[in-house]
């Protein structure tokens, strides 16, 4: 009896220490969670990385007087709104969501959770980049001071909460458009549409530079791009950039990576091809600025679409893409609306069509006509919700404190008025000679 009381205390104590001691798939699991958050922080370094492709393409894009003042609006969009959504934006996009419309924690987290921290530094770029494709459109005659201000509105407000409509929440609870279904993979929708959407906004409460159309008439004037290496640098830049933006959506390192980076290759070929195939079409000349923007309006198509489409749709949507760029931006001109890089175009047109795209080619239920509907609906309030709400934000900042630089300014350059400097003073006349500041 003795014995036996003994070896069931053994066995009892052996099987307590066996069952702490982590199994097969403990260790598998772990291993694998380790691994989605190497790909994450992977994946937000390439989107971080568009940061650069973005400041070569818009100081590219625009004239040389105004190249600094370019690159510290991109420079320095990033570093604010990332302070920003850590202490506002990451809480009404991903905190608890209740109600379907915004977040409701969560703002200033004190986490040291990698995964959730990983997440955040990965979202934290997206929200850079909604921001980002406004600068370009409006350069050239945007006070620096103002511009700030709107980038601290967009990273705080505006990008979040249509973002937690389709992606929210991170922790309980989901957003109204993802409840109903809607396709938004990597953002066509909520990075650049509502990039566009701002960037239309600015453009048209600030109107175009001088000298881009003539009054009273539909003679319009190109103002050239002073450094098309840098433009076309920049694009590539992206469209690097862009694999990480795409196949780091999925938050996890699997097998389906391998379709989403494909897809957006063959649909930013696809995009550059499509210009091509117009300039030869119509008899107009290939220009380098809208071969490269074809290729950026066929990745901007893909984005919500890269891992439910197939290839061939993935080609077709890029080509379509092309089109709807081309004559966009020639819409815009005869508007007499002035976007210096082509954003609203290329962002807030093409994120319409991806969006769209994303539904009428789903891999599993194609030309769905509920499916289309949905996507539409969420098209409509990323537009409702944005284009109105920054138009009036910008007549707000224009009235307080004006949104426009003065003539004086415009024709001296914006590198001397806002930032006194030049980005080529070798090269441009009067040369600045002041004290060090």
Request: aromatic share 14%; hydrophobic share 50%; charged share 10%.
């Amino acid at each position: 009896m003795f014995l036996w009381r003994i070896s069931l205390l053994l066995l009892l104590f052996s099987s307590s220490i066996y069952a702490q001691e982590p199994t097969v798939n403990d260790l598998i699991g772990e291993l694998q969670s380790s691994l989605d958050l190497v790909w994450i922080v992977i994946a937000g370094v390439l989107v971080f990385l568009m940061q650069a492709g973005f400041g070569l393409l818009e100081s590219g894009m625009s004239r040389s007087k105004n190249a600094v003042n370019v690159i510290m609006k991109n420079y320095l969009d990033v570093c604010v709104g990332s302070l920003v959504f850590f202490l506002i934006g990451f809480g009404l996009m991903f905190g608890t969501n209740s109600t379907g419309w915004f977040g409701e924690d969560n703002f200033a987290f004190s986490s040291t959770e990698g995964s959730e921290l990983g997440f955040a530094f990965f979202q934290t770029m997206f929200a850079a980049t909604a921001v980002t494709i406004m600068s370009g459109a409006m350069a050239e005659r945007t006070k620096f001071g103002a511009y700030l201000i709107s980038a601290v509105f967009i990273c705080a407000v505006i990008y979040p909460i249509y973002g937690s409509w389709v992606w929210g929440s991170f922790y309980e609870g989901s957003g109204w458009l993802a409840s109903l279904g809607f396709i938004d993979f990597a953002g066509s929708s909520v990075v650049h549409s509502v990039g566009g959407w701002c960037a239309l906004a600015g453009i048209l409460v600030i109107g175009p530079r001088l000298g881009r159309f003539k009054d009273n008439s539909n003679i319009s004037f190109t103002i050239p791009a002073h450094n098309m290496m840098y433009v076309a640098l920049g694009g590539l830049i992206l469209w690097f950039g862009w694999f990480g933006f795409n196949a780091g959506s999925t938050l996890a390192a699997g097998s389906d990576i391998g379709l989403i980076v494909y897809n957006t290759q063959l649909a930013a070929a696809a995009g550059a091809a499509g210009i091509l195939l117009i300039s030869i079409f119509t008899g107009t000349k290939l220009l380098a600025s809208r071969t490269v923007n074809g290729s950026l309006a066929g990745l901007v198509g893909i984005t919500a679409g890269c891992a439910s489409m197939t290839p061939i749709f993935a080609i077709l949507t890029g080509l379509i893409a092309s089109v709807i760029y081309f004559w966009g931006d020639k819409l815009l001109i005869k508007l007499k609306i002035d976007d210096v890089v082509g954003a609203v175009s290329v962002h807030g047109f093409c994120g319409v069509w991806g969006t769209l795209a994303a539904g009428i080619f789903y891999a599993d239920d194609m030309f769905n006509i509920d499916i289309i509907g949905i996507q539409l609906v969420g098209i409509a309030a990323a537009f409702v919700w944005v284009f109105p709400t920054m138009y009036l934000f910008f007549k707000i900042i224009d009235g307080l404190m004006g949104l426009r630089a003065t003539t004086e300014q415009e024709l001296q350059g914006l590198d001397y008025s806002e930032h006194h400097e030049q980005g080529y003073p070798e090269f441009q006349q009067n040369p600045l000679f002041h004290k060090d500041s």
